[in-house]
């Protein structure tokens, strides 16, 4: 019945078995979130600062009723079928609930409910149609939070935004209430306040615990700007299942709801359950006709308790001798409570709704192969989750991944967040905070830039020094960065810093001796993102070092330091062309070594940890047994083999190996690292796909090719951020249908049957490095941001009829070839100066759509 639902390509429907494993993410950039279950249930409550996956806020939900003449018709919860183990899901309690004791209560399986959810999933948006024969009528929900490319405060709302439209299919009219319950997240007992205001109803909850510290204080709220409200402030209080018993009793009849307060604070609950709310909207409908209702929940929790600073490791518990640090969110500074944000949501909420689905539309409406658009939308949803958080003053901080009740691996690591070209190209004023805070608090006093970040920011150094992939990584984005935004004047601020992380690479204080003569060969110790060490030169991390000379060269001759310009370029070329001539074996780019040399080691045996292992140095990268160096790539075919060289081409820094061979190594890694199927692949690592998935190994040693008999750690795994990497790297080159491929793989193994679309796993979920998707729209599309000398660019390639979506800079939209015409519209933000060119030629900008 709904006709905008019936043209959205199969890819984004899942029904029956593919909503399973759904968890869709609400919230704003940076501010934590929840999800919303394939079945419509709310999950994953990450609204404290920390990760809290497969957890529920008590039994939140929404639920509905109808009623005719003063009878009930029927009432039920807007969830789906159950879709956790029978046996019992995670749960606070450790005994007495959980698994072994029966489907989990918070899912309120045991509530009637819908006997059939229909998911339609386009980040940022998802559409849920409940239908039930049982039930008179259907129910749609809209989700979303707002999402605006170059629109960065409001994408970053701590709000999850509800839009319910409810069809009465019935012969009469219907009476319906439409209610939200909402748990008092982490707190026993809650102080609950209703009120209406200027034409919105709310119920705002803090919480009444005792001894509350700064990093545990924080509130919710529950709003609508319906015109007839209900409200029930505090569910019964009592232990067992009464709270929940008594409420559905409550609901589950004709008539309003009840008004409910305590004066006293409520004693521990049993079952560990937060106290709950009902916020509910009454409309009727004439037979045949719809209504909507809006709801919106959100949250504050302003400051977050970096739990993990004085851990010795990451599974070590925390230290209780003295106060952990801690750090004032972003959206704390902009909205001074849930009531105001949830208050702002309302409204606001048809600017901010026709802003998001600006950006939905204008990539789900595009002619991109429908594998592209779900690959580069679906990643960005861990923005929304506690994978990242945005500071005080609005900089970027992040983890790599999330562990269930942690974060994964702190810092913003650079050798992981390298990968993703998202931010940048949709919120590129968070992007530079990036750059801004690497240098300002990651630098050395020897210019090396550690690649790990301490929380609150200035708190000291990583325990692991630079890496190499990360730390040119950073000389290559400012690059981009400077590019992407045409400020001379930013770059000029940072510059001294970006200069003493470039002569680091030959300084006579790094250790790691990565190219002492200054001859543009990389070489030495080179920490990566494979964790461990490689030694002697390697086309993977040297084209990271010749993009950064190249880089680095531009910007001193730009900056009128022509004499470092022309030594970095010099040395740029030289190290380019030792990579193209030393480095390529014919078919592939390739680490030159050789593993039986154990004085390889030897300058670098100076005590110093090796990578994240306890083992001494030598024990750690020598083998007696195999008489062979430990944890190096050889002669192996890597999908990462060529990095730089992405980078370079995907920044704007132009290329500088041998194209030919660039398109023979990246066929290579198609040929030799794709597998159809991995029913026989062996694997002792990480299983992110397996069996008869399809998916590209990180690396593989084609018949003929000597393998390491330890060869380096996670080489037989299947990474995402590596597949949509190569992937565009090959459409860049032509290998359109190769590149394709690959994505497809990675895809079809996030179709909500086997794993949740909206979550790439790697070392854990909402992992950061699959964020490098987002150029796989780049790829096809052609662009190049050149905001320096005014210019945006595009070349196309798709052949024919086309509508691409772009955004960089400070604006976003569509690019439309229709029968040899070519035009450019805006659908959001704005390109003052800037000139378009398509395959050269100018085009002039359309109006914003």
């Known amino acids: ?160 935004m509800f839009e319910f439209e409810i069809a009465n299919t019935g012969d009469t009219e219907i009476s319906y209430m439409l209610a939200g319950t909402l748990g008092n997240y982490g707190s026993n007992s809650g102080n609950h306040v209703f009120s209406t205001r200027n034409g919105v109803s709310m119920l705002h909850l803090s919480s009444a615990d005792p001894g509350l510290t700064e990093t545990t204080t924080g509130d919710l709220t529950i709003a609508t700007d319906a015109a007839d409200v209900d409200h029930t402030d505090y569910h019964f209080r009592g232990q067992w299942f009464d709270d929940l018993a008594v409420h559905w009793r409550e609901f589950a009849k004709p008539g309003p709801l009840p008004t409910r307060r305590y004066d006293r604070p409520r004693s521990r609950h049993m079952y560990a359950q937060p106290e709950h709310c009902t916020l509910g909207a009454r409309i009727s409908i004439p037979a045949g006709e719809s209504r909507r209702v809006r709801f919106v929940i959100s949250w504050n929790f302003a400051h977050g308790d970096a739990y993990w600073a004085w851990r010795d490791k990451p599974d070590s518990p925390t230290p ?185 690479a030959w300084s006579p204080e790094n250790p790691d001796r990565w190219d002492p003569k200054a001859t543009g060969i990389l070489s030495g110790r080179q920490h990566q993102t494979l964790d461990m060490e490689l030694f002697e030169p390697n086309s993977w991390l040297a084209s990271f070092y010749v993009a950064a000379l190249k880089a680095f060269s531009e910007m001193a001759r730009t900056l009128g330091e022509t004499d470092i310009a022309e030594k970095t370029g010099a040395m740029a070329q030289t190290g380019a062309d030792y990579i193209n001539t030393e480095l390529f074996n014919g078919r592939w780019f390739i680490q030159k070594i050789d593993l039986t040399d154990r004085n390889v080691l030897v300058p670098f045996d100076v005590g110093r940890s090796a990578g994240v292992l306890a083992e001494g140095f030598m024990d750690t990268y020598w083998s007696d047994e195999f008489g062979e160096l430990k944890y190096q790539m050889g002669e192996g075919c890597i999908s990462d083999q060529i990095l730089g060289q992405w980078h370079a081409e995907v920044s704007g820094i132009g290329g500088f190996l041998d194209k030919a061979k660039i398109e023979t190594a990246l066929k290579s890694v198609h040929t030799n690292n794709f597998r159809h199927s991995l029913i026989d692949h062996f694997n002792p690592c990480r299983n992110y796909a397996f069996e008869d998935e399809a998916g590209l190994l990180i690396a593989t040693y084609p018949e003929g090719i000597r393998q390491p008999m330890v060869a380096a750690p996670y080489a037989e795994e299947v990474w995402t951020g590596i597949e949509y990497m190569s992937a565009s790297h090959m459409i860049m080159h032509g290998l359109i249908d190769e590149g394709l491929e690959i994505v497809r793989a990675a895809r079809n193994r996030h179709d909500g049957s086997n794993r949740n679309p909206w979550s790439d796993i790697e070392c854990g979920s909402y992992y950061a490095r699959s964020m490098s998707a ?49 035009s450019l519209e805006l659908l959001g933000g704005a390109l003052s100066g800037i000139r378009v060119l398509v395959d050269g030629q100018a085009i002039e900008v359309g109006a914003q759509g």
């Open 1 to 160: 019945m709904w006709n905008d639902l019936a043209n959205i390509d199969p890819r984004f429907v899942y029904r029956g078995e593919r909503t399973r494993h759904i968890a869709f993410p609400l919230g704003g950039v940076g501010s934590g979130g929840f999800s919303v279950s394939g079945s419509g249930r709310l999950v994953d409550w990450s609204i404290r600062n920390r990760p809290a996956l497969q957890t529920f806020n008590g039994y939140s939900h929404f639920a509905i009723k109808a009623e005719r003449d003063g009878a009930l018709l029927d009432a039920r919860v807007l969830n789906g079928p159950y879709d956790l183990n029978p046996a019992g899901a995670p749960v606070p309690r450790r005994m007495f609930d959980g698994f072994g004791h029966g489907a989990n209560r918070q899912t309120l399986v045991g509530v009637p409910h819908f006997r059939n959810v229909d998911f339609y999933g386009r980040f940022p948006t998802a559409d849920l149609v409940f239908t039930d024969d049982r039930f008179p009528g259907q129910v749609r929900m809209t989700a979303f939070s707002p999402f605006i490319p170059h629109n960065d405060r409001d994408s970053s709302m701590p709000v999850g």
């Open 320 to 504: 209780t001798d003295r106060p952990t640090p801690s750090w004032k969110n972003y959206y704390a500074t902009q909205w001074a409570d849930s009531s105001v944000s949830a208050t702002d949501a309302l409204k606001r909420w048809d600017a901010l709704k026709a802003g998001t689905e600006a950006f939905r539309d204008g990539l789900f409406g595009s002619t991109l192969p429908a594998e592209i658009i779900d690959a580069s939308s679906a990643t960005l949803a861990l923005l929304r989750t506690a994978t990242c958080i945005r500071l005080e003053g609005g900089e970027l901080w992040a983890w790599e991944g999330q562990h269930i009740h942690d974060g994964s691996c702190e810092g913003t690591c650079t050798h992981v967040w390298n990968y993703q070209q998202a931010v940048s190209h949709l919120f590129p004023a968070i992007e530079r905070t990036l750059r801004e805070t690497e240098f300002t608090y990651n630098q050395l006093p020897t210019g090396g830039l550690t690649f790990r970040q301490k929380l609150p920011l200035g708190n000291g150094f990583d325990i692991i020094g630079p890496c190499a992939d990360g730390h040119f990584g950073a000389i290559i984005k400012t690059y981009r960065e400077w590019k992407h935004s045409g400020d001379t004047e930013w770059l000029k601020r940072y510059w001294p810093k970006v200069k003493r992380a470039m002569e680091y």
């Open 774 to 822: 987002w150029q796989l729209v780049n790829a096809l599309s052609g662009l190049s941001a050149d905001f320096v000398k005014g210019e945006l660019s595009f070349a196309p390639k798709i052949e024919g009829d086309y509508r691409l979506f772009w955004s960089a800079g400070t604006a976003f939209g569509t690019l439309t070839n229709s029968a040899g015409k070519v």
